[in-house]
């Protein structure tokens, strides 16, 4: 099976040159399109979400034209390597910094998110920095002298591509998990919208797992051409599916869950405690000492509610809304 440095020199058969085109081609339309929702709909554009998706949708282009010059022989071999290895950096760390940017929403567990933050950085350092360096190496040295990266890349390009399945995996599955226990309060007057959206984390997680070993396929079998080149357009279908997925949890968590009059259940059904908690919300403000439970009470200077239901996450925001701290129920036997 030839190496890497071969498949460049032998040239590709017209039927790969087509398919890197097509592959391309699909890609920049999904991150124009990406790149257009966002910068129409995203209120706020100082956040770690709305940059992360920015770094990984550049990095998607920069690295599916540099790929596609180099292979179409187009471009200088060496420079569009470096650029391809700078795209990839973008693309496949800055795809993993959108799904952890959003983790707080459905989990309120600073330890998980933490975790998955150092899960990301050791990928970073110890599998995609060494492959990096081992490609631009492999592509560096002249092909009639004795080559010292060849071995050390094509090891590296396996694992480095099993380690971000295993990770992306990881991540949207967390998704699911903590979305599924930490909802279930607002089930009780939500259920439609957060079965709907559980439906739709649940296809971002098979999305993402099957799009990766579809990619792991790829390169397992040896089509080196075209795993590079379905790579940009592979990554452009789950930043575009995440971006979906998690505008509509942020609009779930904006949106005040004690609702009743969009709810399936009446007010009288919920009784005076619904009423009063609708009094309660619109009397609290930020930072003073209001109803919410202790352990979810935030305090943002100058900003509005709005933002502290955003910032509780799904988690919080349940506990807060639907299931009375220990202190008040404790409290309200005492003065029963």
């Not at 940017?101 to 110890?126: D, E, G, Q, Y």
């Not at 390009?157 to 930490?182: C, H, M, P, R």
């Not at 869950?257 to 930020?286: F, H, M, V």
């Amino acid at each position: 099976m030839p190496n890497e440095k071969e498949t460049i020199a032998q040239g590709n058969p017209p039927a790969v040159n087509v398919a890197i085109g097509c592959f391309f081609s699909v890609a920049c339309y999904n991150i124009i399109e990406i790149l257009f929702l966002m910068f129409t709909t995203f209120r706020h554009k100082n956040t770690l979400y709305f940059r992360s998706m920015l770094v990984a949708s550049i990095g998607i282009l920069l690295q599916g034209s540099s790929a596609s010059l180099r292979l179409l022989k187009l471009a200088p071999n060496l420079p569009m390597a470096i650029t391809a290895s700078l795209g990839w950096w973008m693309m496949t760390t800055g795809q993993s910094i959108v799904l952890y940017s959003r983790l707080h929403l459905v989990t309120s567990s600073p330890c998980k998110s933490r975790w998955i933050l150092v899960m990301i950085a050791t990928t970073f350092f110890t599998l995609q920095l060494p492959t990096t360096i081992t490609f631009i190496g492999v592509n560096a040295t002249p092909i009639n002298h004795p080559d010292m990266f060849t071995h050390a890349f094509d090891v590296f390009k396996v694992i480095q591509l099993a380690a971000f399945t295993l990770q992306e995996s990881i991540i949207s599955g967390l998704y699911v998990y903590e979305f599924n226990v930490t909802s279930k309060p607002i089930r009780i007057i939500r259920e439609n919208k957060v079965r709907n959206l559980l439906r739709q984390m649940i296809g971002l997680f098979a999305v993402i797992v099957g799009l990766d070993v579809a990619l792991m396929a790829t390169e397992y079998t040896g089509h080196f051409q075209i795993q590079t080149t379905l790579k940009p357009l592979v990554y452009s279908v789950k930043l575009k599916v995440e971006l979906f997925v998690l505008n509509n949890l942020v609009n779930l968590v904006r949106t005040p869950s004690c609702c009743c009059w969009n709810s399936t259940i009446s007010r009288s059904t919920l009784g005076q405690g619904c009423n009063d908690e609708i009094s309660n919300r619109k009397a609290d403000t930020p930072g003073q000492n209001t109803r919410w439970p202790s352990m979810y009470r935030k305090s943002f200077p100058g900003r509005g509610a709005q933002t502290d239901i955003e910032a509780w996450g799904v988690d919080g925001f349940s506990r807060a809304t639907l299931v009375p701290s220990e202190a008040t129920t404790r409290s309200s036997r005492v003065s029963v």
